[in-house]
């Protein structure tokens, strides 16, 4: 508690006198561009992690940054989505696992859940079609790897599960809506953003996050999990490449054309890149 009582301090001395101007604005009323849906685990902090300015970023943070489908529950999580759609006219989502997910790890295990943590059992019940896909075609992957192969198709189920719900599939017929899947490795601090077309988890380069930057070479590495059409829920039996440490030969930010530069600069620039 002391530790928080000084950051609180150092917060209001050297963090709030050079934001007045911000703060008034924001006492009028809050304008996010993006709804960050994230996992509750304290190591992955949305804002620390982006480098995001107050205001910026509107949060969803429950175990396992899951996303009940549309009337599968009262919770708060549909109220927030759909606030976000319809009040905050929200852009931009990003939906972010990240690597040694506990509530992935427990949905490894769920059959063991439903004594000892009933709630959890429940909840992780929610993403039942990655666990149902993972062992289905990949269950004889090592632990290791299956775990990587959860985070990553959790990530994807996620993005399905938020596309029913009617404020979302609305923007996104109107081409007004843009969703970004994540994973954040936490060994590294490195992200991953998922590529629709070379269904992989990249690094999230871009053309307009390089120009920023002057940045003509980067080259992190990246945990490449790669998918065809066929590992969306619902489809057929699908092929996997197992999770490899490899640079992208053409990294690709999805959405990256549809953010203006100033909220790259501020939204991707403390994500790991």
Not at 81 to 87: D, H
Not at 240 to 253: I, R
């Amino acid at each position: 508690m002391e530790k928080l009582l000084r950051g609180l301090r150092d917060f209001q001395e050297n963090y709030i006198p050079d934001r007045q101007e911000l703060l008034k604005e924001l006492a009028k009323g809050q304008h996010p561009r993006v709804l960050f849906i994230g996992c509750s685990d304290s190591r992955v902090d949305p804002t620390i992690i982006t480098q995001a300015e107050i205001g910026d970023l509107f949060v969803i943070r429950n175990a396992g940054n899951i996303i009940p489908p549309y009337e599968a529950t009262n919770g708060g999580e549909g109220a927030t989505i759909e606030y976000a759609m319809e009040a905050l006219d929200i852009h931009q989502v990003i939906v972010c696992g990240h690597t040694q997910c506990g509530a992935m790890k427990g949905l490894l295990q769920i059959g063991d859940l439903e004594e000892k943590m009933p709630l959890v059992y429940h909840w992780l019940r929610h993403t039942e079609a990655t666990r149902k896909l993972v062992e289905d075609h990949y269950g004889s992957m090592e632990k290791k790897d299956k775990l990587d192969l959860l985070v990553a198709q959790n990530v994807l189920t996620q993005i399905d599960n938020l596309q029913t719900y009617p404020s979302v599939r609305s923007k996104l017929h109107a081409g007004t809506l843009a969703i970004h899947g994540w994973i954040y490795k936490l060994d590294s601090a490195e992200l991953l953003a998922y590529d629709e077309e070379a269904k992989a988890f990249v690094p999230p380069h871009s053309k307009i996050y390089a120009d920023l930057n002057d940045a003509k070479s980067l080259k992190p590495g990246g945990l490449s999990l790669e998918f065809n059409d066929a590992v969306r829920p619902g489809a057929g039996a699908p092929s996997v490449a197992l999770p490899e440490f490899s640079e992208p030969v053409q990294p690709y930010w999805p959405g990256a054309n549809r953010l203006s530069p100033e909220q790259a600069a501020r939204i991707y620039r403390g994500a790991g890149v």
